[in-house]
C-alpha cells in the first residue's frame, strides 16, 4: 500500500499512535535532554550549546543533534491486536521441534533456560523476547534495531 | 523486526552508545518489572506482557562499543583470555596463536621445513576452551 505522498503515510500511520520520540542530545555525546534533564540547555559535561544559534528568521531553537527513539511497548502490543500476527507470537511453543535438529533459536540452551527461569520464578505471563541487531557504519548514523524472536506463556 | 533507534549525525557515536541507548534500557527494565497490559485478541481478554533482551548481534566493532570492552590490542578477544596474545618483534598487529609460534620465532636459526610443519600443527590446534 504505497502513498501519493509522505503526509498521506504519515495521516494512515497516526491512528496507530506508533510514533518516535525525538530526545536532543550533546552533539559529543554526553548525556541526553532526557526526563529531569529535560530542561537544560548547556551540556553539564562539557558545557556545548544544546541549541544551535538563532537566527532572525526562525523562532523555535533548533537542537544540534537529535536522537529518534521508537518506543518498543506500543509495537509489541500492536501485534497481540491484530489476529493474523497474534498467531505467530505463540508459534515457537506451539511447534513440534525433531530432537537434535535446531531450526529456530527456542530449540537452543539458552531459550531453553530462560523458558526454566521463567517458569521456576512463576513469570509464566507473555513474555516477548527480542534479539538486538546493531548496523554500525563509521560514516553515518547509528540504527538499532530489536527482532521480535517469540513469546512464551 | 523493530526499529528501534536512529541516531543522526555524520559520524559514529563510538564508545558512547551507552549514553543514547539510555531510552532504550528503561524501557526494557521497565517492562521486565512493571510490565504492560495488553490486549489478546486471540483470547480476548487482557494480559501482563514482558519482555526479555536475550542476545545482542553485532559485527566485532559495534561489539566493543557496546559491551564496553576494548577490541583492539592484546586483550581484543575476550574468550582468548587465558592464551595471551603477542605482537612480533617488527610488526604493530596482534596475533592471537598459542604458544608454539611464539617460542617457533624465538628460536634463531628455525628451518623453514621446521617452521611449516610448526604451522600445520597449530592449523589442527583445538579452539580455546569457551568455544569446545
Redesign the interface.
Known amino acids: 500500500m504505497l502513498k501519493e505522498n509522505f503526509y498521506a503515510a504519515k495521516s494512515m500511520m497516526k491512528p496507530f499512535s506508533l510514533g518516535y520520540?525525538k530526545?536532543d542530545?550533546c552533539?559529543?555525546?554526553?548525556?541526553?535532554y532526557?526526563l529531569k534533564n529535560v530542561e537544560l540547555t548547556e551540556c553539564m559535561t562539557c558545557g556545548h550549546s544544546r541549541y544551535k544559534p538563532r537566527t532572525d528568521r526562525g523562532k523555535t531553537p533548533v537542537a544540534y543533534?537529535?536522537?529518534?527513539?521508537?518506543?518498543?511497548?506500543p509495537?509489541?502490543?500492536r501485534l497481540?491486536?491484530?489476529?493474523r500476527t497474534?498467531?505467530h507470537m505463540t508459534w515457537h511453543q506451539s511447534h513440534h521441534a525433531v530432537d537434535g535438529v535446531m531450526v529456530h533459536?527456542s530449540n537452543g540452551e539458552?531459550?531453553k533456560h530462560?523458558t526454566v527461569c521463567i517458569l521456576t520464578f512463576q513469570?509464566n505471563?507473555?513474555?516477548?523476547?527480542?534479539?538486538?541487531?546493531?548496523m554500525?557504519?563509521?560514516?553515518?548514523?547509528?540504527?538499532?534495531?530489536?527482532?521480535?524472536?517469540g513469546r512464551s506463556y | 523486526?523493530?526499529?528501534?533507534?536512529?541516531?543522526?549525525?555524520?559520524?559514529?557515536?563510538?564508545w558512547?552508545?551507552n549514553?543514547?541507548?539510555?531510552?532504550?534500557i528503561d524501557?526494557?527494565t521497565?517492562?521486565w518489572s512493571s510490565?504492560?497490559l495488553?490486549?489478546?485478541?486471540?483470547r480476548k481478554q487482557n494480559?501482563?506482557?514482558?519482555?526479555?533482551?536475550?542476545?545482542?548481534?553485532?559485527?566485532f566493532?559495534?561489539y566493543g562499543?557496546?559491551s564496553g570492552w576494548s577490541t583492539h590490542g592484546k586483550l581484543a578477544c575476550p574468550y582468548f583470555m587465558e592464551n595471551k596474545a603477542f605482537m612480533l618483534t617488527n610488526g604493530g598487529k596482534a596475533s592471537f596463536f598459542t604458544v608454539i609460534v611464539v617460542s617457533c620465532h624465538r628460536i634463531t636459526g628455525t628451518k623453514r621445513t621446521e617452521r611449516i610443519s610448526l604451522l600445520a600443527e597449530l592449523k589442527r590446534m583445538l579452539p580455546p576452551v569457551s568455544f569446545r
Request: positive net charge.
Open positions: 520520540q530526545i542530545i552533539p559529543n555525546f554526553c548525556m541526553l532526557y543533534k537529535k536522537l529518534k527513539y521508537f518506543p518498543i511497548t509495537r509489541l502490543q497481540f491486536m491484530s489476529s497474534v498467531e533459536p539458552a531459550w530462560l513469570l505471563q507473555g513474555t516477548c523476547i527480542l534479539g538486538c541487531v546493531q554500525d557504519s563509521t560514516h553515518s548514523g547509528h540504527l538499532l534495531l530489536l527482532i521480535l524472536v | 523486526m523493530f526499529l528501534s533507534m536512529v541516531i543522526l549525525g555524520p559520524s559514529s557515536p563510538g558512547n552508545i549514553v543514547c541507548l539510555r531510552p532504550l524501557e526494557l521497565q517492562l510490565r504492560a495488553t490486549y489478546d485478541i486471540l494480559f501482563v506482557l514482558r519482555a526479555a533482551l536475550m542476545w545482542t548481534i553485532n559485527n566493532l559495534a562499543m557496546v
